[in-house]
Antibody, heavy 124, light 107 residues
Framework: EVQLLESGGGLGQPGGSLRLSCAAS????????MSWVRQAPGKGLEWVSS????????YYTDSVKGRFTISRDNSKNTLYLQMNSLRPEDTAVFYC?????????????????WGRGTLVTVSS | DIQMTQSPSSLSASVGDRVTVTCRSS??????LNWYQQKPGKPPKLLIY???SLQSGVPSRFSGGGSGTDFSLTISSLQAEDHATYYC?????????FGQGTRLDIK
């Protein structure tokens, strides 16, 4: 079955760290760029970060640059988001999303597969 | 960053109505525009990509149009299951941005 399954969410302290994982199955993971998109409670969607299929290029929204790191292990079909220096405004459901047709650099692209999301709450 | 503005923010319509949601970008993005549907407690679902291409499996009552800075999502005959929030997304830039969403209620 083609699916994405996030894990690693929970309660984080302001200034603390959390690591999210996204396990992919049912497609050739290394052929696709992947992204993280978040949604604060009751709010809209916000693109957070993307990574190319090889993992060689990464991109971030300004509010997380220098604090979050996206990475992937193609041998394990898994995407990660290391979140450091957490802030209360990082509280959100974090979704991982598959980029089709594969690249965020060339041509049309869109998110055609989403995970169910994992909730991150940053509070003391 | 490219700003995406949707209108209206919310609307209410009856089953069978024709409904249109609009999305405007702060700069020209060609047809690098996608539409998603999100139902409560669920992840978003891709409806339309490249402004007007219907994603596989999506009912034909959904259609998209536009280019440059002005885009639209139309539901030709509203069904009860279309109750959801709809988002546009620009993929002109690697640093993608979404509209704020349009909540669609069924009367």
């Amino acid at each position: 079955e083609v699916q994405l399954l996030e894990s690693g969410g929970g309660l984080g302290q302001p200034g603390g760290s959390l690591r999210l994982s996204c396990a992919a199955s049912g497609f050739a993971f290394s052929n696709y760029a992947m992204s993280w998109v978040r949604q604060a409670p009751g709010k809209g969607l916000e693109w957070v970060s993307s990574i190319t299929g090889s993992g060689g290029n990464t991109y971030y929204t300004d509010s997380v640059k220098g604090r979050f790191t996206i990475s992937r292990d193609n041998s394990k079909n898994t995407l990660y988001l290391q979140m450091n220096s957490l802030r209360p405004e990082d509280t959100a459901v974090f979704y991982c999303a598959k980029v089709s047709p594969g690249s965020v650099i060339v041509g049309y692209w869109y998110f055609d597969l989403w995970g169910r999301g994992t909730l991150v709450t940053v509070s003391s | 960053d490219i700003q995406m503005t949707q209108s209206p923010s919310s609307l209410s319509a009856s089953v069978g109505d024709r409904v249109t949601v609009t999305c405007r970008s702060s700069q020209s993005i060609g047809t690098y525009l996608n539409w998603y549907q999100q139902k409560p407690g669920k992840p978003p679902k891709l409806l339309i990509y490249a402004a007007s291409s219907l994603q596989s499996g999506v009912p034909s009552r959904f259609s998209g149009g536009g280019s440059g800075t002005d885009f639209s999502l139309t539901i030709s005959s509203l069904q009860a299951e279309d109750h959801a929030t709809y988002y546009c997304q620009q993929s002109y830039s690697i640093r993608s941005t979404f509209g704020q969403g349009t909540r669609l209620d069924i009367k």
